[in-house]
């Protein structure tokens, strides 16, 4: 098959009909946006099975996983956490309530500063993500199989590239 030759998929069928609908719209976004959408929806539901498989869903995993990648001994203020998680306050601290109620992370007053909390992987959270990351990882990468080496890193400067954009237009 040529590389410009593809099977249709639905996003394809749904411009056919906007083109026959409303022949005076410039459809050029609609294609990458609309597949970006989709692609993000099942992106979503794989990866939360394989944390459901773990006992954990997306924002938990995404907690543990921040907490992860902190230097030993594993700890953030809650503050920090939060803004590495780019999230609010009041969810910040309903993901860290379920975390300390399933003894994956403590949280305790700042020895240094007791208005504010650390949040700390206990060694039960560091296994389970230790477990976590390697299945995610491997979900990711099978999320990509459609795609070379090349073509997926293509398509990551491509993402970056647009990501930025649009980080910069939000400021």
Known sequence: MEP???????????????????PDLDLRAMGPVGRLSRIAHQFSR?????????GLNAAGFDV???????????????????NAMMITSGTMT????????AGLITRSPDPEDARRAVVKLTDRGF??????????????NALLTGLSAQEAQQLDRLLAKLMVALESDAG
Request: proline fraction near 4%; aromatic fraction near 2%; avoid cysteine.
């Open 4 to 22: 410009n030759l593809r099977p249709m998929d639905d996003v394809d069928r749904i411009l056919d009909q906007w083109r026959l609908a409303r």
């Open 46 to 54: 794989r990866m939360g099975a394989t944390f459901a498989r773990h």
């Open 64 to 82: 543990l996983a921040t907490l992860r990648r902190a230097p030993a001994p594993h700890a953030l203020s809650a503050g920090a956490l939060m």
């Open 94 to 101: 309903n993901r860290i309530e379920q975390l300390v109620k």
């Open 127 to 140: 296994a389970l993500v230790e477990g976590v990351l390697a299945d995610h990882v491997a979900t990711q």
